[in-house]
């Protein structure tokens, strides 16, 4: 039986920097150097696209950080949109968290850990006849059906696990992140002095003749960085469990994100500098291999693809149970508000928001059948940017609207960084809508179904006023 209708405030700085990198590092880290080459074909370019893609990320974090020490509450850019824009506005985010970022997030997460399991020990074959059963000729959910099924026992146990409260989510992702961190530093020491391919030497900025640099490739390319680095906004979720949330979540956030940019130019130069530019190609051609094993592999052979599977698994477990964490409290606060389905807003004996996660739970079990990963992660970086851009261009707005308010963290670099933000997410969002326009499309109609309901549930408060 709840005994209270308010989340406890038990997160301090050190579990909310756990949470910022928890939430970062996931599947990207270990994949996506392969589609970013497959693009570039050039294995310098590709490390320079991390670095940009950090660089960005930093930006965006830090004019993120202005605003959420300002406005800090449960929900994070949901409660800060309704004072920057409107109710609509932070509503349609909140919806699109929902049906695309972060349940979609949530689903590649659990598939790229289903993927490793099956990797370790090979899943046995399930509902192999219905492989070819497909929606549309796009979607085809019973394509590898016993990896998905295991995504989605992953989801419902994690899920379920979260309703214990969120001490016991993070104390797991504690555990799990510390694991990560060793594994990961045992590859770049072990990797970098590994006589095993070319070493650094992988690593020039020469492209094929026939395969050109161009503008439209470096945004393309950064769909896939931009995936690895995302996740970092979610701990403005739970911004009603952090203590003194308008100078902790500023903090932890640059601690956090800096801290990431750094393990992924040493973790993906280590890669590069393994493999070269046609055999990550032709990894992500296969579409069912992991790069980072590929790069193992290379030095330590069959032994090496076992420590770094279970690597992925851990990795991948820690961050989708921090994404089930922290996301399901947008969802509590709209539904507090009337603005989602009412039995989102009820607390458990926990005071975890028990309903809220297990209508994410069920969303995101769904999204495992509908895609493959990479269209999932395009998807969501198209989404996520066009919001990125709207609560930095926030930064601005809070200046003007809100001069004298006491800000415990203003954005570096200001007017000129929080600006080039604005214009780097409009760009990459025009260039995503030519170079990925399925993805592009899928994710704009999934954002726009919270448009009727929005309405049905606005009609449902006036009534409520009403009575």
């Not at 739970?361 to 059948?369: N, R």
């Not at 996520?384 to 601005?396: D, K, N, Q």
Request: hydrophobic residues 50%.
């Amino acid at each position: 039986m709840t005994t209270s209708n308010q989340l406890n405030r038990s997160l301090g700085l050190r579990l909310v920097i756990v949470m910022v990198i928890g939430n970062i590092i996931g599947s990207g880290v270990y994949k996506k150097v392969a589609p970013m080459t497959a693009e570039l074909h050039s294995s310098g370019w590709v490390l320079i696209c991390w670095i940009l893609g950090g660089v960005i990320t930093l930006f965006g974090a830090l004019s993120n950080a202005e605003v959420a020490g300002l406005l800090a509450d449960t929900g994070g850019e949901y409660a800060y949109y309704k004072k920057i824009y409107n109710r609509f506005f932070a509503y349609l985010y909140g919806w699109s968290q929902f049906t695309v970022i972060q349940t979609a997030a949530i689903s590649s997460l659990a598939y790229v850990f289903a993927q490793s399991l099956n990797s370790v020990g090979s899943l046995p074959p399930l509902l192999a006849a219905y492989a070819d059963f497909n929606i549309g000729g796009v979607f085809y959910p019973f394509v590898d059906f016993q990896v998905k099924l295991t995504a989605i026992i992953l989801i419902l146990l994690l899920t379920w696990l979260n309703t214990k409260g969120i001490r016991a989510g993070t104390g797991v992702s504690t555990g799990i992140l510390v694991l990560v961190f060793i594994g990961i530093f045992i590859i770049i020491f072990f990797g970098l002095g590994s006589s095993s391919g070319a070493g650094l030497r992988n690593i020039t900025l020469a492209t094929p003749a026939t395969n050109p640099i161009t503008i439209s490739a470096i945004f393309t390319a950064l769909l896939s960085a931009f995936w690895a680095y995302q996740g970092w906004a979610a701990i403005g979720f739970v911004g009603g469990e952090i203590k003194e949330p308008n100078r902790t979540i500023p903090r932890g956030i640059a601690i956090g994100v800096l801290t990431v940019i750094g393990l992924y130019l040493l973790v993906n130069a280590t890669y590069l500098s393994l493999l070269p530019v046609p055999a990550l190609e032709q990894i992500h051609t296969a579409g069912n291999k992991i790069a980072a094993i590929e790069a193992v592999r290379s030095f330590w052979g069959e032994k090496g693809v076992l420590f770094i599977s279970v690597l992925i698994l851990l990795t991948t477990l820690g961050c989708t149970n921090a994404t089930i964490l922290a996301s399901c409290r947008t969802y509590f606060a709209m539904a507090r508000e009337g603005l989602f389905f009412s039995k989102a807003a009820h607390l458990n004996q926990h005071q975890a928001p028990a309903n809220s996660l297990w209508f994410q739970c069920i969303w995101a079990c769904l999204l495992v059948l509908s895609g493959s990963f990479d269209q999932l992660t395009d998807m969501i970086i198209f989404a996520v940017f066009i919001f990125y851009g709207a609560t930095t261009l926030g930064v601005f707005i809070l200046r003007r609207t809100m001069p004298n308010a006491y800000r415990p963290y203003k954005v570096w670099g200001y007017p000129v960084v929080p600006a080039f933000m604005i214009l780097f997410c409009a760009f990459l969002v025009v260039n995503t809508v030519f170079a990925r326009p399925r993805e592009a499309v899928f994710g704009v109609v999934l954002m726009l179904t919270g448009i009727p309901f929005y309405l049905y549930f606005v009609r449902n408060l006036s009534v409520s006023k009403n009575d």
